[in-house]
């Protein structure tokens, strides 16, 4: 089966670099799905779940905001922030959730809700992103 080049970078510098016969990254227009030889494009990607498939395995990876870059022969994540599921620290996730949660329930007024909201949604991805992987 035919393969793509897949390369995820942050500003952090290079997270992955592979080859995969599917990708699946969620967008802001939604979830999309790219084989070798899919036409160029940019999209804006969400918190989410990049799955990279190659004979029949499929490798998670945690992506926090950025852009996906297509073209034909290479796929190129730029990302935020990015985490392949096993290299996730469990517990040091497990414990943002936990801080972003409380900070919100404090219902302060010196605190910005959106930056704790999108810190909350970036522990969930990756507990999610860590959880599956297991499966």
Known sequence: MKTI???IVTPDGPVCETDANTIIAVTEAGEIGI???????????KIGSLR?????????VAVHGGFLEVRP?????LAQSAEMASTIDIARAQAAA???????????DDYDYQ?????????????????????
Not at 52 to 60: C, R, S, W
Not at 98 to 108: D, F, I, N, V, Y
């Open 5 to 7: 080049k897949v390369n």
């Open 35 to 45: 084989l070798p030889g899919h036409v160029a494009m940019v999209a804006p990607l």
């Open 52 to 60: 990279l498939i190659k004979d029949g395995v499929t490798e998670h």
């Open 73 to 77: 022969d290479v796929v190129t994540v």
């Open 98 to 108: 936990k801080r972003a949660e409380a900070t919100l329930r404090a219902k302060k």
């Open 115 to 135: 930056v704790v909201e999108l810190e909350l949604k970036r522990a969930i991805n990756r507990i999610s992103v860590y959880e599956t992987r297991k499966k």
